[in-house]
């Protein structure tokens, strides 16, 4: 199978892309502007694969676009390319707009008129799978219910309303013109190549580094921890066996606040890599002003896809930080290249 991923120099896209080449026998193309959250570092183990080729294209660009779709002829679509941190769509809900929502229309065009010129069982075959979130529904009250995949959309930052208004364009180009689409909405990844703005890598970082720990407001923000490599497991088993016209909710089962997470980091830093002074990171934790906006509590009922297609996640709350914990701890020069640009100034340097 062919499959064509957008955002695949992301942080879960790469994983998805990795997944594919090390445990399937498919081809990748791989489509992305490679925007500051794009690294092509996070690739190398499978950057020399023959069944993995790269382009850099932005998705709003509509003739590029197509010209590679059409020369790829992809049997499956998996669309991960998106602006995706809330904090950058408070101060700049722009780019979140264009990308989000302009691209993934953008993306949908092009692909319908490559599904037209189909035929047969490539045509039938056929899908468009949409990655989004879980952060389209909200937030949740009290400590019992949970997001199913019927619950209303009630978006919070411009960045949910921009992923809100790309599910809502999927859903229609699959009823209305009959494109064979699938969309999940996810909670919180967390693991390798995760972009160090987000909060369990910048606490890594931050905490081996002796600065402040910052946690929004009180701490108490619930939010559902899914395993990267999970999501990625979960995305490759919908595009391959999903119902078309579906929607599934992927999550982690591991609902933490967002101190908890905090204090679990700090607790492994200490077993791993105790301060010299002996204190433990957790005097660092810094309580800083909420976020505007911010959602108290997010939480995936993922029993559908679970019956489904069979799919749980194998690794707990604990076994998947200690990986990622110790990845970070392994890999302190693809965190360095990222936090001083060289990720990206190299990569300039090479196309001029
Ligand atoms: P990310 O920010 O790490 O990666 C996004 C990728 O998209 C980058 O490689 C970037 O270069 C690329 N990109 C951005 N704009 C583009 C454009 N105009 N054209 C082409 N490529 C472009 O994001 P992520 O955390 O890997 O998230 C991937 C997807 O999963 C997003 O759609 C996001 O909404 C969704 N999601 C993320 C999480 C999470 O916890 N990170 C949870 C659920 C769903």
């Known amino acids: 199978m062919k499959y064509l991923i957008t955002g695949g120099a992301g942080f879960i896209g790469s994983a998805v892309v990795r997944y594919i080449i090390n445990h399937t026998q498919d081809d990748v193309l791989n489509i992305d502007k490679l925007t500051y959250a794009g690294n092509l570092e996070s690739l190398a183990e499978i950057e020399n694969n023959p069944r993995y080729a790269f382009k850099q294209i932005d998705i709003c660009d509509a003739a590029a676009l ?39 229309y953008t993306l949908l065009e092009a692909v319908r008129k490559y599904w037209l010129t189909l035929d047969g069982a490539k045509k039938l075959d056929f899908r468009f799978h949409h990655i989004s979130t879980d952060e389209v529904y909200g937030d949740l009250d009290g400590t019992e219910a949970l997001f199913t995949e019927t619950t209303p959309y009630a978006p919070s930052s411009p960045y949910s309303a921009s992923k809100a208004s790309s599910d809502h364009l999927v859903r229609a180009w699959n009823r209305t013109y009959g494109l064979p689409a699938i969309v999940t909405n996810c909670s919180n990844n967390y693991g390798p190549c995760h972009f160090p703005e987000k909060l369990i890598p910048l606490v890594i970082l931050n905490a081996l580094e002796g600065k402040a720990l910052p946690v ?27 119902k078309i016209g579906e929607t599934y909710n992927i999550g982690g089962h591991n609902e933490k606040q967002n101190i908890e997470v905090v204090k679990a980091i700090c607790a492994l830093l200490d077993e791993f890599r105790p301060r010299e002074d002996r204190q433990p990171y957790a005097s660092l934790i810094t309580y800083v002003a909420d976020r505007p906006g911010h959602d108290l509590r997010y939480a995936i009922d993922a029993s559908k896809i679970a019956n489904e297609l069979n799919w749980m996640p194998e690794e707990t709350f604990e076994t998947g930080l200690r990986k990622t914990v110790v990845w970070y701890l392994n890999n302190l020069q693809w965190c360095r290249r990222v936090q001083d640009g060289s990720y990206q100034r190299e990569r300039l340097g090479v196309q001029l």
Not at 83 to 97: K, L, N, Q, W
Not at 217 to 238: P, S
């Open 216 to 242: 929004y407001g009180n701490g108490q923000q619930i939010r559902d921890w899914l395993y990267v490599e999970d999501h990625a497991r979960a995305l490759y088993r919908v595009a391959s066996q999903g």
């Open 66 to 104: 197509q010209q590679a779709v059409d020369l790829f002829q992809p049997d499956i679509v998996m669309h991960l390319a998106a602006e995706s941190h809330v904090d950058r769509s408070i101060d700049g809900p722009a780019a979140f707009i264009q990308t989000n929502i302009v691209g993934t």
